[in-house]
């Protein structure tokens, strides 16, 4: 396998890397709002007739899915570099 192959793999699993721990701070931002909703039930009720529950589930949402997006990206990517560089080998 070629050292460009590579390298492109490389930086591949490292956009995957950190877009799961981007996620993995989504995840711990949603832990700690659903606390917040469970403790503290009079607030939240006012937070959600004022729309900034929604902003804030939107926001979560939003960096899911581009962040699945980029990873879902990155294996097509992989998949597509390893598929060439095994066509290359077997040349």
Do not use: P
């Amino acid at each position: 396998m070629k050292v460009k192959t590579l390298d492109d793999i490389y930086w591949e699993v490292a956009g995957i890397s950190n877009s799961l721990n981007a996620l993995n701070g989504q995840m711990n931002f949603f832990n700690k709002l659903i606390e917040d909703v469970e403790q503290y039930k009079d607030g939240m009720a006012m937070m959600l007739r004022s729309g900034d529950l929604e902003k804030q589930m939107d926001a979560i949402y939003t960096l899911f899915y581009y962040e699945l997006n980029n990873i879902e990206k990155s294996q097509k990517k992989i998949k597509k570099l390893l598929e060439q560089a095994l066509h290359e080998a077997g040349s």
